[in-house]
């Protein structure tokens, strides 16, 4: 028998000095790894190169693992053997790291495919192919854009006969998920992830239109999901290898037309003794429907992910972020903590009308008004597959040509307010308006009041505000225990002498996790204080009294500019007409309910 190998690598992302970022322990699965190990795996199992081909299927994240470049291709240079090396799920900032993979593996004669948002964004919404992607058809790179679950055997076949084309693009052929493969990593694997947690996509697609979404324009705006069937054999086979703690990766599962038949198993598989726990991301009106956040926590949602974006209601629009309502935000975040659920919220910087000024007075409105718990901070970027860079691309519009630079950390475009040295400082800075001492306390006080543990702050504060203060990289790309390897940097920079490097690296280390630990220990302290505090559960503030009717409340948020007094005074009207519908047909319902 012949033996075909498919490698299946992650590729990681170089940090500011070059070195690829890597981890004991990364925090954040894969879906794309996943997905395509199960697919894959599938391929084998159903010999789809015939009954005297073997396929052997490796996956690796490079976050946590050095790849074995050498190995690989010497595996499948033997004689007897061939194969292909898929590097998936390669977003913008991890293509220069995914090319100087490639080019490794084809100076080998190694055949490699290239898929993810970069390559799928950029062949759906550019006219021309970019120069990166021209770069990766002339070192004989496969480009695969769109999902592979229908198109991978192909792919393989093609590869297998020597006949594959350059480009696989199946952007307008999105398949349904009913019946498909699910994700899955076998155990050795997901044990290399904080708490053993792995991934895994209910659905996909969002209906939403963010100017600055690449999900829309790759994963398409109709929502396709999995049946609930699919979902409780996914969850049996996590349980039966002790894996209970997943990411779930839908942009928006509040979206998922099978929501509610996704909940009620889950919640019958809790019944029964095997439940899991995981974190949903979902659009800023998802409580509004009826019985959304109430079934998600019955079913395990323990964290959930908001894409808040600002207070500001001329940032929102200026981001065609429409279906975000300031006078929702409230009310939407009380319903999240009333369910017990830790809310995690994104917010972007750097839309055209923000200064350090305005940035810093919106962050202090968000701390006093509105009970999130946990705020993630990225940058304003036109990321490949995005109407803002399709938009930049066609107008000319001058844009940092190097692709690592588009990790939502770095300054990558020109902003009308603020030099790039202003909008870099004042990235760096909004962690720390943010994570005071004192809001961090007040925090963990409002979970108490809501009945959660402070310790699940404690846990949360020290990755989220602790991966950009002490590891300098953004939450998404962190974990822990940083590896940095001397012999895998950026080809365009210098290896330094290891006489050199490993000192340096040594007393790096040392020192960074020492004021980790210093603050570890003092918010520590701070949560046991709390803890033990007898009026800490009749703790109360603005932010957690509740909403009644918020269009009627004084808030700074409300009063900011133009486009927020607009917006109150719609949701005014909307209220009245609300009321007045109501009263009408309750006058229908009994004609004489408001008669002497």
């Excluded at 396929?55 to 994240?61: F, L, M, P, S, T």
């Excluded at 790179?141 to 999902?147: D, H, M, P, S, T």
């Excluded at 800023?284 to 429907?289: N, P, Q, S, Y």
Aim: charged share 25%.
């Amino acid at each position: 028998m012949r033996t075909f190998h498919i490698e299946i690598i992650k590729p990681s992302h170089y940090d500011k000095d070059g070195y690829v970022i890597q981890w004991w322990k990364a925090w954040i699965p894969s879906n794309s790894l996943a997905c395509l190990n199960a697919i894959a795996r599938a391929s084998a199992e159903q010999q789809v190169l015939g009954s005297d081909v073997a396929i052997e299927v490796n996956a690796y994240d490079e976050m946590n693992i050095r790849v074995p470049v050498e190995e690989i291709s010497a595996k499948i240079g033997q004689s007897g053997h061939s194969g292909l090396v898929c590097l998936v799920g390669v977003q913008s900032n991890q293509f220069p790291r995914a090319m100087a993979l490639a080019r490794r593996f084809r100076a080998a004669g190694v055949p490699v495919a290239i898929g993810g948002f970069h390559v799928s964004g950029s062949l759906a919404m550019l006219k021309e192919l970019s120069p990166e992607l021209q770069e990766a058809l002339d070192l004989g790179v496969i480009l695969f854009a769109g999902e592979a679950e229908e198109h991978f055997d192909s792919l393989l076949c093609d590869v297998d006969n020597g006949a594959a084309r350059l480009i696989y693009n199946y952007m307008d052929d999105l398949p349904n998920l009913q019946g498909q493969t699910t994700p899955y990593l076998p155990q050795r694997l997901v044990k290399r992830y904080d708490g053993v947690v792995s991934s895994f996509d209910a659905g996909r697609g969002c209906p939403f239109q963010c100017s600055f979404c690449t999900i829309i324009n790759v994963q398409g705006r109709k929502s396709r999901w999995r049946d609930a069937d699919d979902i409780e054999a996914f969850v049996r086979k996590n349980r039966a290898d002790g894996i209970r703690r997943f990411f779930v990766t839908d942009d928006n599962f509040a979206r998922n037309k099978n929501w509610e038949a996704i909940f009620d198993r889950l919640i019958a598989l809790r019944a029964e003794g095997c439940g899991i726990d995981f974190l949903i991301q979902v659009d800023t009106l998802a409580h509004k429907i009826p019985g959304f956040v109430e079934k998600a926590a019955r079913a395990g949602c323990r964290f959930v992910f908001v894409g808040l974006e600002s207070v500001n209601a001329e940032n929102l629009l200026q981001m065609k972020k429409n279906q975000n309502r300031i006078t929702e935000y409230r009310k939407m975040f009380q319903a999240w903590k009333s369910a017990g659920v830790i809310t995690y919220a994104g917010y972007i910087m750097g839309l055209p009308g923000d200064t350090p000024e305005t940035l810093k007075r919106d962050i202090e409105i968000v701390q006093r008004e509105l009970p999130v718990d946990v705020l993630e901070f990225t940058m304003l970027t036109p990321l490949p597959g995005s109407e803002d860079h399709k938009n930049g691309v066609e107008a000319g519009t001058w844009m940092d040509p190097d692709l690592n630079k588009y990790d939502l950390e770095s300054v990558t475009i020109g902003h009308p307010r603020m030099s790039a040295d202003e909008w870099q400082r004042a990235y760096r800075d909004i962690w720390d308006w943010y994570y005071t001492d004192e809001h961090v306390e007040r925090i963990m006080r409002r979970n108490v009041a809501y009945g959660i543990k402070p310790v699940k702050i404690w846990h949360s504060v020290l990755q989220v505000y602790g991966a950009p203060k002490f590891e300098g990289v953004h939450p998404q790309q962190c974990g822990y225990l940083r590896r940095k390897d001397r012999l895998e940097r950026r080809p365009d920079m210098p290896r330094p002498a290891a006489a050199v490097f490993y000192p340096l690296y040594l007393a790096e280390s040392a020192a960074k996790y020492l004021r980790f630990g210093a603050y570890a220990w003092k918010i520590h302290r701070m949560r046991k204080r709390i803890a033990r505090d007898p009026e800490a559960k009749s703790y109360s503030d603005l932010a957690i009294t509740p909403v009644i009717d918020a269009e009627t409340e004084t808030l700074e948020m409300f009063a900011l500019n133009d486009q927020a007094r607009a917006a109150v005074e719609k949701a005014r009207r909307q209220a009245q007409e609300r009321r007045q519908r109501d009263i009408l047909a309750s006058n229908e319902a009994d004609p004489l309910a408001n008669t002497g």
